[in-house]
């Protein structure tokens, strides 16, 4: 204290704290308005900010949540009364602060040891890994499928119509695309709420949408046009509302924020692993008459005299045959493993969880039935179970805390007071993110698809030279099979971007700063990947680009974009999730958040196909590349507009506190 200052009265020095009775005469805390003084004046604490500044026993924690220590004046051991009290009945002892965790005006810290803020979460370390990983496999199905369809997607809208030119087909393309995820955002938020709802719940809104993509796949293997591919499309976006589940139920089994890097990140891992495996299945499967006659064509192993039939009349209902399987396994998986994750379905008997129980028992049953053995047991021995299975059969759930029943309904924050500023901008930023990150997917496989310029039969007429450095057309003109190959380094580099290196930098630089430094790199690849049509290939045209140089240039450009999407989509999942005012409508927050994506996902591929068919008939293919890099940078610019909050910003009265067991998410 300073000799100028006056003397602060002892009791000045402290929190003032409520204390309620309860039934059975002991004493807690209230939440309310935490009220302290110092010698520059005193300030209010509003309870939604963690206030925790006490050392206790995990047990305890919910004895004492309100009481902090002020050590701003000259007798640090100074204690209110109330605090006192509660202390004595307690058994627990004030935590106080060194000189370098001085509490401020504006912010109590809260009482998390430095070690452990700072020690690093291992992949082992996740908590409901079953049940993490049921949700990475459901995450695999729209990935799976959307890639699959890319790498043959060109080959199969030509088979359409094969008197379109290269620029319409680019514009098909994007329509196509645009129709599922035009349809997932006129249902994503209805999809939402239901998940939110008592009638609905998480579990089987993703049930639905599993089955109706698995649908979609069969509906366009079967097409033979162009309307009749959008349509099936358009329903299997309908009826899927998935990636906003996913996100939701993540965030309801990792509750705690250590633990949110690498659970969020397991999305984009179930991601990848759709975009290596898709493209490769769909390259090798794609009109499998024309490419493996000896075995599907006429005179063949598997097609006799006239090939098979139904391969010759649906070419490409192959790979999506294949695609629905996955699916439809995946769904069984889900059905029979996966828990329900809303609160207050928790208790509510699961069918599919029993059947899946009473599955594994038989099986089971049936393995370990000749090895088992009896033996003799000594009279005079005592059998004892151990703690830690001494209750396993009284277990009906491995992983999630099931609601009491006698809990009265949590309160609900109505839906207009979703929009706060906060949630504005990031979902603003959200957006752009997903406009140019599906754009460069859509314009990718169609730019590999492309036919390469041919000085003698050039496209547009009369543009017989590629000039440097903007004046230069056509693309890679690379065959199924190779697209899909080509697609697959971009799954490859970011599952192994996702495992190894995410996880480390993030946890070192922050969620908020690993976002920001993510988005600088997406211009830079998205202005470098359209030179990828002047690169000298091995052989010439028509003939698609082949070589070691190709390739090594896709893989450089593929590697600047995938590292900046491996940090940039886990971060934005985590910054929308802690931007979200109320846990209660946590749901309709990720519905809200896939609407705004699945706008971005429409409106991205039809104006970048569209913009790429001008290029080619301009004579300057980069030019919808570098108009995308432009739209990258502007969502550089915004992000400086979000911050990361806590989840639980607004409490309701009848709130559990969410300071309890450690204090608020930050």
């Keep these: 204290m300073r000799p100028d200052e006056p003397d602060e009265p002892e009791s000045s020095s402290a929190i003032q704290t409520s204390i309620t009775v309860n039934d059975d005469g002991g004493t807690s805390p209230q939440a309310g308005t935490l009220q302290y003084d110092n010698p520059r004046g005193s300030a209010e604490l509003p309870d939604d900010r963690d206030s925790s500044a006490i050392s206790r026993p995990p047990e305890d924690q919910d004895l004492l949540r309100d009481a902090v220590v002020n050590t701003e004046c000259e007798n640090e051991n100074a204690v209110s009364p109330a605090v006192d009290e509660l202390f004595a009945q307690s058994d627990l002892q004030p935590f106080r602060l060194d000189d370098t965790q001085r509490l401020s005006d504006n912010e109590v810290q809260s009482n998390v040891p430095q070690q452990a803020k700072d020690e690093a979460v291992s992949w082992r370390d996740l908590p409901n890994k079953k049940q993490l990983a049921l949700l990475t496999v459901a995450r695999l199905a729209e990935p799976l499928s959307q890639s699959s369809l890319q790498a043959y997607m060109f080959y199969q809208l030509q088979s359409f119509d094969p008197t379109l030119p290269a620029s319409s087909i680019s514009l098909q393309a994007g329509v196509l695309q645009a129709s599922f995820t035009g349809a997932q955002f006129l249902t994503a938020i209805l999809w939402g709420r239901i998940a939110d709802s008592e009638r609905g719940g998480r ?118 045959l294949i695609m629905a399987i996955f699916l439809f396994i995946a769904g069984i998986s889900v059905f029979l493993g996966l828990e329900e994750t809303l609160m207050s379905l928790r208790s509510r008997p699961d069918v599919g969880i029993s059947l899946g129980q009473a599955a594994i028992s038989l099986f089971g049953r049936i393995i370990h039935r000749r090895s088992h053995r009896y033996v003799a047991i000594n009279s005079n021995e005592t059998i004892e179970s151990s703690p830690g299975t001494a209750n396993y059969e009284l277990e ?93 380094i971009l799954g490859l580099i970011g599952i192994t971007m996702q495992i190894f290196l995410y996880p480390v930098l993030s946890h070192r630089l922050g969620t908020i700063r690993s976002f920001r430094l993510s988005l600088l790199l997406f211009p830079v690849a998205y202005c470098l990947a359209p030179y990828l049509a002047v690169v000298p290939t091995s052989v010439a045209p028509p003939a698609q680009a082949s070589g070691a140089l190709v390739y090594a240039v896709i893989t450089g450009v593929l ?108």
């Design 203 to 320: 579990k089987r809104v993703l049930l639905v949408g599993i089955m109706g993509t698995c649908v979609s796949c069969v509906g366009v293997g079967f097409s033979t046009s162009f309307v009749s591919a959008t349509l099936f499309r358009a329903f299997g976006g309908a009826m899927n509302g998935n990636l906003g589940v996913l996100r939701t139920m993540v965030s309801e089994i990792i509750s705690e924020k250590k633990f949110q890097s690498r659970a969020f990140s397991l999305l984009p891992i179930g991601s990848n692993i759709g975009m290596i495996v898709g493209p490769i299945l769909g390259g090798l499967l794609a009109n499998p008459v024309e490419n493996y006659p000896s075995l599907f064509g006429d005179n063949s192993i598997f097609g006799g005299e006239a090939g098979v039939l139904w391969m010759t009349r649906w070419p490409y209902l192959l790979p999506n």
């Design 396 to 488: 009906t759930r491995t992983g999630l805390q099931s609601a009491p029943a006698s809990l009265a309904p949590r309160p609900k924050l109505p839906l207009r007071r979703l929009w706060t500023r906060n949630v504005l901008c990031t979902l603003l930023v959200h957006g752009i993110l997903a406009f140019h990150i599906s754009s460069f997917q859509n314009l990718w496989f169609i730019f590999l698809s492309t036919p390469r310029f041919n000085p003698t039969d050039p496209i547009p007429p009369g543009h017989h030279t590629q000039t440097l450095p903007f004046h230069f057309t056509g693309g890679l003109g690379m065959h199924p099979a190779s697209v899909g190959f080509a697609m697959a």
């Design 559 to 666: 590697f600047i974009q995938v590292l900046a999407r491996t940090f940039a989509l886990p971060s934005i999942v985590i910054l929308l999730n802690n931007s979200c005012p109320h846990p209660s409508i946590l749901g309709t927050m990720h519905g809200v958040a896939q609407s705004v994506n699945n706008a971005s996902r429409m409106l991205g591929p039809v104006l970048t196909g569209w913009g790429f068919g001008a290029g080619l008939r301009a004579g300057v293919v980069g030019s919808v590349w570098w108009a995308l890099a432009g739209v990258a940078a502007t969502g550089w610019l915004t992000s400086a507009l979000v911050r990361e909050g806590s989840g639980h910003e607004t409490i309701l009265e009848g709130d559990p506190d969410p300071r309890k067991n450690g204090g608020l998410r930050r």
